[in-house]
Each structure stands twice: as structure tokens, then as C-alpha cells.
T-cell receptor
Framework: DSGVTQTPKHLITATGQRVTLRCSPR?????VYWYQQSLDQGLQFLIQ???????AKGNILERFSAQQFPDLHSELNLSSLELGDSALYFC??????????????FGPGTRLTVL | DAKTTQPNSMESNEEEPVHLPCNHS???????IHWYRQLPSQGPEYVIH???SNVNNRMASLAIAEDRKSSTLILHRATLRDAAVYYC??????????FGGGTRLMVKP
């Protein structure tokens, strides 16, 4: 158990819909990262937040957005869903995003299926 | 960004040592070398990291070449539970992880 929690575990929805994925980081970690894992693209970094502020952006679509709240939990919002958005979405947390020697702890993921 | 190259797959026998290689010839002087693994149906899991010296922890050892252009993750006694995809990563600004294809390790009983 990494200490990072994600809800829900599974989500099935239809094209065009909007969903929200939730992540609670490990106690004491200020930085949250979101990753997408699909069969054809592998694991891709989407976005990072540190203490409520966006810190880095990766291959995140404009239809996707995220935020980190004062209690440090984070939400990833996916809208106008397409079949290709079906994937595993992982959240990770770390203590200090500025230091590349700090490991990231990953949650169990949310499996999104768009029908 | 510094890139890493790993073999697509490797096989090992249970209870034997496994050496997983990684090439990172464009590594910069300040790049740390991280290893993560992903077991089936789970999120990635941190294994070990190092900068210049060899490192040991309860999971594995990391041997770093003197010129830092390559490294090797060593599992001293592979178990069936070590079957996973192993990723060698050089975190970039903001501790961002870029996952390549990794090495799929298969462990035979």
C-alpha cells in the first residue's frame, strides 16, 4: 500500500460525458501527478500540482483539467469523453517536486471505460 | 531530455540473480537514475535510485557505470512476484517521470 488513494476504482460511461477522478496523496506529500496508461500510448505524464498550484503540464488534452485543493487532494476532470480516452489513470504523490531524487508513490489507478 | 534504452524483455529463473541493463548515453551530470516497476494490474512502484555511486536497498541494487552512461538494476534472487515491467527513468524538471517501454521481466519457476 503506497498510501495514495484513488476513487473510483472503475468507471464506465458513454461518449460525450464528463467524469471526475479523485486522488488523495500520501500524508505529508505536497505534490500530485496524474498519468494516463493506455494500450497504445503506454504511461504518459499528464499534469502536476504542487501545494495547490499547477507546476508542469505534459500531454494533457484541452478537454481534461485538474486541480489540487487546500487539503491537497486532487481531481482530474475529463469531459466530452471519446472512446480513445478509455485507459488507466494513475495519480502519484511526492514530497518535493523540485528534487529529482524524491520518489513518486503511485495509487492503484482508476480504470475508465468509455462506451 | 535525456533518454533511456532498455531491452524489451528478459527471462530469469526463480531464485537466480537478474541483471536488468539500461543505457542513458545522453545523461547530464545532475540527472538522477530512477528505477520503477509495474506489477500486473497495479500502479508503478518505486524501486531504487542513484546518482553516481552504487546503491542498495531491500528490494534491489543499482550499479552505475563510472561514466554514468549506463546502469544495471540487480535483483539478487528473483521470485515469481518480481515478474513485472521495469522502467529506467531520468526524472526531468519538476521530478517529471517519462516512462518508455521498459523491460518486461518474466520469471520461470
Amino acid at each position: 500500500d503506497s498510501g495514495v488513494t484513488q476513487t473510483p476504482k472503475h468507471l464506465i460511461t458513454a461518449t460525450g460525458q464528463r467524469v471526475t477522478l479523485r486522488c488523495s496523496p500520501r500524508s505529508g506529500d505536497l505534490s500530485v501527478y496524474w498519468y494516463q496508461q493506455s494500450l497504445d500510448q503506454g504511461l504518459q505524464f499528464l499534469i502536476q500540482y504542487y501545494n495547490g498550484e499547477e507546476r508542469a503540464k505534459g500531454n494533457i488534452l484541452e478537454r481534461f483539467s485538474a486541480q489540487q485543493f487546500p487539503d491537497l487532494h486532487s481531481e482530474l476532470n475529463l469531459s466530452s469523453l471519446e472512446l480513445g480516452d478509455s485507459a488507466l489513470y494513475f495519480c502519484a504523490s511526492s514530497v518535493d517536486p523540485e528534487s529529482s531524487y524524491n520518489e513518486q508513490f503511485f495509487g492503484p489507478g482508476t480504470r475508465l471505460t468509455v462506451l | 531530455d535525456a533518454k533511456t534504452t532498455q531491452p524489451n524483455s528478459m527471462e530469469s529463473n526463480e531464485e537466480e540473480p537478474v541483471h536488468l541493463p539500461c543505457n542513458h548515453s545522453t545523461i547530464s551530470g545532475t540527472d538522477y537514475i530512477h528505477w520503477y516497476r509495474q506489477l500486473p494490474s497495479q500502479g508503478p512502484e518505486y524501486v531504487i535510485h542513484g546518482l553516481t555511486s552504487n546503491v542498495n536497498n531491500r528490494m534491489a541494487s543499482l550499479a552505475i557505470a563510472e561514466d554514468r552512461k549506463s546502469s544495471t538494476l540487480i535483483l539478487h534472487r528473483a521470485t515469481l512476484r518480481d515478474a513485472a515491467v521495469y522502467y529506467c527513468i531520468l526524472p526531468q524538471g519538476g521530478n517529471m517521470l517519462t516512462f518508455g517501454g521498459g523491460t518486461r521481466l518474466m520469471v520461470k519457476p
